[in-house]
């Protein structure tokens, strides 16, 4: 009599999950990059205080777009919903990690503002790879 060893169940990974926390960890390291850059030019020029807000707002974009890109590299389909859920884990871990790093959380209209920026960014930046890549292949 033959004994059968028992085999643990396959576990299936799902690529668009990984796509997804790739691409919402590279936004969020491209951002403390470009976040870093930007308080040395601010420590060292005279740069007017409202230039502050529209700065930071590219950064996002910046960070959003890349992370989106990165991320959705193998990716040919669902770039609206991959990129929308990328721009929002994004913004909610960005708050987390900067409100951290300032030692205040403030959750007020803003952070709402911002978490609907950053879907909306990942969205149309996702919607946009995934069809520049259909053309280029």
Same mark, same amino acid.
């Given at each position: 009599?033959?004994?059968?060893?028992?085999?643990?169940?396959? *576990?299936?990974?799902?690529?668009?999950?990984?796509?997804?926390?790739?691409?919402?960890?590279?936004?969020?390291?491209?951002?403390?990059?470009?976040?870093?850059?930007?308080?040395?030019?601010?420590?060292?020029?005279?740069?007017?205080?409202?230039?502050?807000?529209?700065?930071?707002?590219?950064?996002?974009?910046?960070?959003?777009?890349?992370?989106?890109?990165?991320?959705?590299? *193998?990716?040919?389909?669902?770039?609206?919903?991959?990129?929308?859920?990328?721009?929002?884990?994004?913004?909610?871990?960005?708050?987390?990690?900067?409100?951290?790093?300032?030692?205040?959380?403030?959750?007020?209209?803003?952070?709402?503002?911002?978490?609907?920026?950053?879907?909306?960014?990942?969205?149309?930046?996702?919607?946009?790879?995934?069809?520049?890549?259909?053309?280029?292949?």
């Amino acid at each position: 009599m033959k004994l059968k060893a028992k085999t643990k169940p396959e *576990r299936k990974e799902n690529p668009l999950l990984k796509s997804i926390l790739k691409g919402s960890l590279i936004a969020l390291c491209v951002s403390l990059i470009l976040v870093l850059v930007f308080a040395f030019l601010l420590k060292f020029t005279d740069v007017p205080d409202s230039i502050i807000t529209p700065v930071n707002q590219v950064i996002k974009g910046v960070s959003i777009f890349l992370g989106v890109f990165i991320g959705l590299k *193998r990716s040919k389909e669902l770039g609206l919903v991959s990129g929308l859920l990328i721009g929002f884990i994004y913004t909610i871990v960005a708050f987390l990690v900067f409100s951290a790093l300032s030692a205040s959380f403030s959750i007020d209209v803003t952070l709402l503002t911002d978490i609907v920026f950053g879907a909306i960014i990942g969205a149309i930046c996702g919607i946009i790879c995934v069809n520049i890549k259909k053309t280029t292949n």
